[in-house]
């Protein structure tokens, strides 16, 4: 089992910066790949980005590119989102996942991720 506990979130205005953090603890090994969602209200929950825990590739949501950044260090297990250049439309919950499945390029489905933190609040005014 891995647990993912998400932190950082709070309301900024437009054009700010934010990092996101996620805690992974237990079998962490076994998470080849975490990532970030968010669901904003009334929307479907959505893929933003993802990073193998060797750091050696990444992917992002076209809406992100340019502005997020997914990164991580190995110790402790926490992976980064680093949000620049925020938009009101960036508002939402922000969730940690990781998954074992081993695929290039990294997952952007849901379903394919198998461990979920509780989400952390992100809300951007304008």
């Known amino acids: 089992q891995v647990q993912l506990v998400e932190s950082g979130g709070g309301l900024v205005q437009a054009r700010g910066s934010l990092r996101l953090s996620c805690a992974a603890t237990?079998?962490?090994?076994?998470?080849?790949?975490m990532g970030w969602f968010r669901q904003a209200p009334g929307k479907e929950r959505e893929f933003v980005a993802a990073?193998?825990?060797?750091?050696?590739?990444?992917n992002y949501a076209n809406s992100v590119k340019g502005r997020f950044t997914i990164s991580r260090d190995t110790a402790p297990n926490t992976v980064y989102l680093h949000m620049n250049s925020l938009k009101p439309e960036d508002t939402a919950v922000y969730y940690c996942?990781?998954?074992?499945?081993?695929?290039?390029?990294?997952?952007?489905?849901?379903?394919?991720?198998?461990?979920w933190g509780r989400g952390t609040q992100v809300t951007v005014s304008s």
């Open positions: 996942a990781a998954t074992t499945m081993r695929r290039l390029p990294i997952s952007t489905y849901e379903y394919e991720y198998g461990y």
């Open positions: 237990g079998r962490t090994f076994s998470a080849y790949v």
């Open positions: 990073i193998t825990w060797s750091g050696s590739s990444t």
